[in-house]
């Protein structure tokens, strides 16, 4: 298990995911109202870029015609099928005990206190004043 | 319960392609595109009144799709336009990306059979004909064309299809599966007369304004139906094409049902065999089990793949169906796609997968 | 091929003794019979018009057609199943029947003016009960509505529940519009209210074409599209969320085939979970739905008889508690008495026969547990 440093804080607004290459794998990258979350890229069905979906909330209902939107940005729907994958644990919304994606621990570390840990940065220079994206691999 | 069957079917797998797409959107960055096409009197008419279809939205299908022009997310062309309307990209992601060697186009855009003025109907086909060649098979050899004509004008269809018989990159005929009549009704076999003298394959692609409901039970609420309704729709246009006589009168005809699906074939056969062997005196120029046209006269196209749970289960299907009848598709750049490497959760033979993936097409557009 | 074509109906049997038949066809009344079962109103106006002279035979399902008269069971008449004498010696006692559901196939359903087919279905019920249930102890019967007028219909349902001979609601598989929609759901809360599940039968109004491209020109193949509707029906009931606002509704296809299932199931379910957002009170996979409130009469069986298709299909179905035993009498559905075919095995048999419809008409289930204490 290695931590690394995968993007800066202010490079992905809020509702934006992007793909980052990593110790040899694809994770799409979102931020959920400033919450940062990673997951495996590729859809489990026919291989689609996450990264690439529509960041969605939930549409939920008490009964029919009845319609509630919740968790705003919380969800991403494969660019392909549509499926919808939950940002925070990368299990599907219609199958989660089958049909989910590899989900990665993300934390947010000051440049500076980067120096101090075992981190990898593989694709930037990391400077000590800003925030950055960590992920656990 | 038995053991689920090993495929066993003599399949034909000699082709020099390796990957044939039989299902590739293509679309315009402007409906202006036409207009290079179209005679100034028809650009007028486009203008001032547009589409006048048989449903009650003029600029859009009757349910709205979940996605955006009903396309992949990840298909808008960087350069700008809908998906399906630049051919750089459609290249890189599409044809080079997946390595196809072959694609043939259905373009869908203004409906001309459905169109209800028939003189702007034939006007739209013929447009749209030339702005296939223009626009794709000019310039890009890997792609190939099919033939827009007017279903409901028979002799105008006949007049289009005759003008571009001669230009090779035109592989098919194409049909909308939703018509003012089953297409096996006898006003429209001037088309199938034409398809054979000119050795032309008829493709029936999802979709169509023919003005009824979209299922036999009547307008559904929700595009999770409409989308099914396809299948129902399929049916009922192979049950015409079986009952009206066609593949008798017509034995070397031959045609494909794209987007439709296929896992409900087999059960559809056994029913109209059961159905025809209690009432063929009503339909006495039948001569077969209808089940044995199935065999003879029709193709599929594979997408949207059909994802049964366990996913077995689908050899058995395709066991019924027999593999020399699917063609693969990918509906790109359309949401249901399907991406050939992964389409198919069960193990296919060596020569199964040439015959599904390419030999089955090249025989049916006579490609070699 | 004609031997072929024989082997689409004549196979081995299991026995069906004892069996609950979920589908049985008496020939529908003349309208001159129901005058005597109409109110005032309604008798002097037909006879003023002229209506009880005529036939309201429906064209989705032609009396005299080979496929609704099987030929042996076929009366000087030209219809079959219009006797209570020929019902017992053609249908009931052959097979061995314990009881048989009556499932009436008339035009009332289909009447334009919601008035007079509201009459009509209530004429027709009440003669069902006179000439039928009330001479033969093994009869049950259908509470056939008009879904037209749900008020209506429901007026009706009300009225005949107090009779627990009538085991469910009937309705036509074809009606004005695809049945989830909600002008449909007071019949439905009506029927799970009184503990009558709703059988939807093949047939319908032919008010729109029964098929999406138009009006086919033959009747088999009007016939063979009607699993197409039942198709939609089923997508209807399920999209609409029927289940969710009527948790306990149990839908009965009948005449409907059940081989089609699985490739329903399999798109089905695909689709959803693509576009299930458009539908958020649909929670569950489709074919999950069905299983659990969606029932199947057994005839027609359609799957070769050669090969190994039927066994396999009912695997593919995996569900063991969907099938009604149905002879569909008097309509050609098989030959001879084998209306239970050895290919589903003594184990299956025995569901179809008597366990499924035991589980899913409680009327039925409350007879039995009474004659049992007795």
Redesign the interface.
Same mark, same amino acid.
């Given at each position: 298990m290695a931590r690394h440093v995968i993007a800066k804080v202010d490079e992905l607004e809020v509702g934006k995911s992007k793909l980052v290459k990593v110790a040899g794998r694809d994770i799409a990258l979102f931020n959920v109202k400033g919450e940062f979350f990673a997951i495996a890229n590729r859809c489990p069905h026919e291989g689609a870029d996450l990264c690439r979906g529509q960041v969605v909330g939930l549409a939920e209902s008490d009964e029919p015609g009845k319609y509630r939107m919740t968790r705003h940005g919380e969800l991403v729907r494969c660019p392909w099928h549509g499926w919808e994958f939950d940002i925070r644990t990368g299990k599907s919304w219609c199958d989660p005990a089958r049909t989910r994606v590899k989900s990665f621990d993300v934390s947010v570390a000051k440049g500076g206190a980067l120096a101090e840990g075992p981190y990898q940065a593989e694709t930037f220079p990391v400077s000590i004043d800003e925030d950055y994206v960590i992920v656990e691999i | !319960?038995?053991e689920?069957?090993t495929l066993e079917r003599p399949v034909e797998a000699k082709t020099k392609f390796n990957l044939i797409d039989c299902d590739i959107h293509p679309s315009m960055k402007t409906p202006a595109e036409m207009h290079p096409y179209l005679s100034q009197r028809w650009r007028d008419h486009l203008a001032t009144y547009g589409g006048h279809t048989r449903q009650g939205l003029s600029e859009t299908l009757s349910h709205p799709r !979940?996605?955006p022009e009903v396309s992949?997310?990840?298909s808008w062309p960087p350069a700008g336009g809908p998906p399906g309307s630049d051919l750089p990209f459609l290249r890189e992601q599409h044809l080079d990306g997946l390595g196809i060697d072959i694609g043939v186009l259905v373009p869908l855009r203004f409906n001309a059979s459905g169109q209800r003025h028939p003189d702007f109907a034939a006007a739209i086909a013929t447009a749209i004909n030339d702005w296939q060649v223009g626009k794709f098979l000019e310039p890009e050899p890997r792609l190939r064309g099919s033939i827009v004509a007017t279903q409901e004008d028979p002799e105008k269809a006949v007049a289009e299809i005759n003008r571009r018989s001669s230009d090779k990159r035109f592989v098919q005929i194409l049909l909308p599966?939703?018509?003012?009549?089953?297409?096996?009704?006898r006003r429209h076999w001037p088309i199938f007369e034409a398809a054979v003298s000119h050795g032309l394959p008829i493709s029936l692609h999802v979709g169509g304004v023919?003005g009824?409901?979209?299922?036999?039970?009547?307008?559904?609420?929700? /595009?999770?139906?409409e989308?099914?309704?396809q299948?129902?729709?399929m049916?009922?246009?192979i049950?015409?094409l079986i009952?009206?006589g066609v593949f008798e009168h017509f034995p070397g005809l031959k045609i494909s049902f794209v987007e439709g699906?296929f896992?409900?074939l087999?059960?559809?056969g =056994?029913? !109209?065999?059961?159905?025809?062997?209690? !009432?063929?005196?009503?339909?006495p120029h039948v001569k077969?089990?209808p089940s044995e046209y199935l065999k003879k006269n029709v193709w599929f196209t594979t997408q949207?793949m059909?994802?049964?749970?366990p996913a077995k289960?689908l050899t058995?299907?395709l066991n =019924?169906i027999g593999t020399d009848r699917l063609m693969f598709s990918t509906d790109y750049p359309h949401?249901?796609?399907?991406?050939p490497? /992964?389409?198919f959760k069960v193990p296919l033979s060596a020569a199964e997968k040439t015959a599904i993936f390419a030999g089955n097409a090249v025989n049916f557009y006579g490609l070699n | 091929m004609n031997e072929m074509v024989r082997s689409l109906g004549n196979e081995p049997g299991l026995s069906t003794i004892g069996g609950i038949d979920c589908d049985l066809h008496p020939a529908s009344p003349a309208t001159t019979t129901l005058l005597s079962y109409l109110d005032d109103y309604w008798r002097e106006t037909f006879i003023m018009r002229g209506v009880d002279r005529m036939s309201l035979a429906m064209t989705a399902s032609p009396p005299r057609a080979p496929i609704n008269v099987r030929s042996d069971w076929k009366a000087a008449s030209g219809f079959a199943g219009d006797t209570l004498e020929a019902v017992r010696a053609q249908a009931l006692d052959p097979f061995g029947t314990r009881l048989a559901i009556c499932n009436v196939l008339h035009g009332s359903m289909i009447m334009h003016s919601d008035d007079m087919a509201a009459a009509l279905c209530g004429a027709v019920n009440e003669w069902l009960a006179r000439e039928w249930l009330d001479k033969e102890p093994r009869l049950r019967g259908s509470i056939i509505v008009s879904a037209q007028n749900a008020e209506l219909a429901v007026a009706e349902i009300e009225k005949r529940a107090a009779d627990s001979r009538f085991v469910q609601v009937m309705i036509l598989a074809q009606n004005d519009e695809p049945l989830g929609r909600r002008r449909y759901w007071p019949i439905y809360e009506a029927a799970a209210r009184n503990r009558l599940p709703l059988c939807i039968h093949a047939g319908g109004s032919n008010r729109h074409a029964p098929t999406a491209t138009g009006w086919p020109s033959f009747f088999v193949e009007a016939y063979v599209a009607q699993a197409s509707i039942f198709e939609s029906q089923l997508l209807s009931l399920i999209a609409e969320g029927v289940f969710h606002k009527v948790p306990d509704l149990k839908v009965v296809f009948a005449e409907s085939g059940f081989t089609w299932l699985p490739s329903f199931f399999w798109r089905a379910d695909k689709t959803w979970r693509g576009v299930r957002a458009e539908t958020p009170w649909v929670t569950e996979q489709p074919s999950d739905i069905v299983k659990r409130h969606v029932r199947f009469t057994l005839q027609p069986v359609e799957a070769p008889l050669e090969t190994d298709a039927l066994a396999r299909t009912l695997d593919h179905i995996d569900c063991n508690d969907i099938l009604l035993f149905s002879t569909d009498y008097p309509h050609a559905q098989f030959e001879g008495v084998n209306a239970l075919s050895a290919r589903f095995g003594e184990t299956l048999a025995k569901k179809i026969l008597i366990d499924n419809p035991l589980a899913t008409y409680p009327r039925i289930a409350a007879d039995f547990r009474k004659e049992a204490a007795r």
């Open positions: - | !319960m038995t689920t069957q !979940m996605v992949r997310v990840d599966p939703r018509s003012i009549e089953p297409l096996g009704k023919g009824h409901q979209a299922t036999g039970a009547g307008w559904p609420s929700y /595009y999770i139906e989308h099914h309704s299948v129902q729709t049916q009922s246009v049950a015409s009952f009206e699906g896992s409900w087999p059960a559809f =056994w029913r !109209m065999d059961k159905a025809w062997a209690a !009432m063929r005196d009503e339909v077969r089990l949207p059909e994802e049964p749970n289960n058995d299907t =019924w949401w249901d796609f399907d991406d490497r /992964y389409a | -």
